[in-house]
């Protein structure tokens, strides 16, 4: 299957500094991506649809000024998490959307872990 | 997208199959099944899809009753590598977003 990447795979930061994560379609392109977040012992709760070329899609209740995703090429979706705080502390995934015909399929990158100190 | 509603944890003897199932009873007739699953850690990994018929592949079997309100997950001889969540997702195909549920925790002991 494709293979999605996030880099970094960890990162600790100290509150107030902003941290940007990568997702990187490795063997295709992607013009869709999706970002995720994930707290401890919960399900994944989507965050925002990054379009390549074209401004995010927030989902209700994700302050757009504080996740900003950037998707400037077909295969490289970012996001920066500004003003980080602890509560930001998460497991951040992204996937890669590709669509085939009448079908289609979500590749999932490995996930970052945010900790905001 | 229709909910779905699945059992929150099961156990399985290694080797032999884990029937996971899905209760569905609100999708649409142009809904899809979708599977993946969640190993801890780690971002999800697609299993299989359907829509009507039952549907194999190297990973797993999946079995839709013929009113499409339910659905059977199997795999056929789990494995210790098999423990994971694993989440029934109902959407339309090309729809892009997935919602993910709470998801069943499968542990696969020896």
């Known amino acids: 299957g494709a293979v999605v990447s996030q880099h970094p795979s960890w990162v600790i930061c100290k509150s107030g500094t902003s941290v940007k994560i990568e997702c990187r379609s490795l063997?295709?392109?992607?013009?869709?991506m999706f970002w995720y977040r994930q707290f401890p012992k919960q399900s994944l709760m989507l965050m925002a649809t990054?379009?390549?070329?074209?401004?995010?899609?927030?989902e209700q209740g994700v302050e757009k000024d504080k996740f900003l995703i950037n998707h400037a090429s077909l295969t490289l979706s970012t996001l920066t998490v500004t003003s980080a705080h602890p509560e930001d502390s998460s497991f951040y995934i992204c996937?890669?959307?590709?669509?085939?015909?009448?079908?289609?399929?979500?590749?999932f990158g490995p996930g970052t872990r945010l900790t905001v100190l | 997208d229709a909910k779905t509603t699945q059992p929150p944890s099961m156990d399985c003897a290694e080797g032999r199959a884990a029937n996971l199932p899905c209760n569905h009873s609100?999708?649409?007739?142009?809904?899809?099944v979708y599977w993946y699953r969640q190993i801890h850690s780690q971002g999800p990994q697609y299993i299989i899809h359907?829509?009507?018929n039952n549907e194999t592949n190297e990973m797993a079997s999946l079995i839709i009753t013929e009113d499409r309100k339910s659905s059977t997950l199997i795999l056929p001889h789990a494995t210790l590598r098999d423990t994971a969540v694993y989440y029934c997702?109902?959407?339309?195909?090309?729809?892009?977003?997935?919602?993910f549920g709470q998801g069943t925790i499968l542990t696969v002991h020896p």
């Open positions: 063997d295709f392109q992607a013009t869709t």
């Open positions: 997702i109902v959407r339309l195909a090309s729809y892009g977003k997935l919602t």
């Open positions: 996937s890669a959307y590709l669509r085939l015909g009448p079908d289609d399929e979500q590749f």
């Open positions: 990054s379009n390549e070329g074209s401004k995010a899609t927030y």
């Open positions: 609100t999708i649409s007739g142009n809904e899809y």
């Open positions: 359907g829509l009507k």
